[in-house]
């Protein structure tokens, strides 16, 4: 089926939501009208962070309907992929993560039913994902470089943004092309213009007092 790459996906991220109350503010946001549930797994050696494992992604797929869109910001992902498959609509790679077996594990994902992404830092060129593109359903471009919420976006990231949107059009490809980190309303618009049809919001969602209106000023709806 075609991917409509002309309507905005809103995936808030779970990393800023409380985790007291997590369960509740994710069936919240999904009331509020967010598309997905970004879930940013972090094991304190690929990021200097560490987050939740499988057992919390487990346990926030469980209290909504939404697609989980698992992010692995980890180190042998694909030893650990069977752990978050059950759980996932979509699970996204590194392509620094180094294991030398990249297009494996992308092809188990798939194998499992889900849908497969990668994802490059900040300062990865975008040629390091060239061989992959056809392989994927989801490019991440993060707009900071991942480990922490709360950062500030860099605005620079459009560029790459814009030479997969080309690269995709060249190739007569259907990937999504998703943004994380920093992303506001204006930074929300920039991305879009770009490109990008799926972000990622992290503060600028669970950080507000009214989900859907946030959700909305990210669409650029009022």
């Known amino acids: 089926m075609a991917i409509d790459f002309s309507k905005t996906l809103i995936a808030p991220s779970v990393l800023a939501a409380d985790f007291t109350r997590v369960g509740e503010q994710v069936r919240a946001v999904e009331a509020a009208g967010a598309d997905w549930i970004h879930l940013d797994v972090m094991d304190g050696h690929f990021v200097d962070n560490i987050s939740f494992g499988p057992a919390f992604c487990a346990a926030v797929a469980k209290a909504v309907s939404l697609p989980a869109d698992v992010h692995l910001m980890i180190e042998r992902p694909g030893h650990y992929l069977d752990r ?126 009214d989900y859907a209106e946030a959700i909305r000023a990210l669409r650029f709806e009022h």
Do not use: W
């Not at 900040?122 to 359903?137: R, S």
């Open 84 to 209: 978050f498959l059950p759980t996932a609509r979509n699970v996204t790679l590194h392509v620094e993560a180094g294991e030398g077996h990249l297009a494996e594990t992308l092809r188990r994902i798939r194998a499992a039913g889900c849908t497969a992404g990668i994802s490059l830092r900040p300062g990865t060129p975008f040629a390091a994902v060239e061989p992959y593109l056809d392989q994927i359903d989801l490019l991440l471009v993060m707009t900071v470089e991942p480990g922490f919420g709360g950062q500030s976006f860099q605005p620079e990231m459009l560029g790459k943004i814009e030479t997969a949107a080309a690269e995709r059009a060249r190739r007569g490809l259907a990937f999504h092309i998703q943004v994380d980190g920093g992303i506001s309303a204006p930074q929300a618009k920039l991305c879009v213009a770009a490109g990008a049809n799926v972000l990622v919001a992290g503060t600028s969602v669970f950080g507000k007092p």
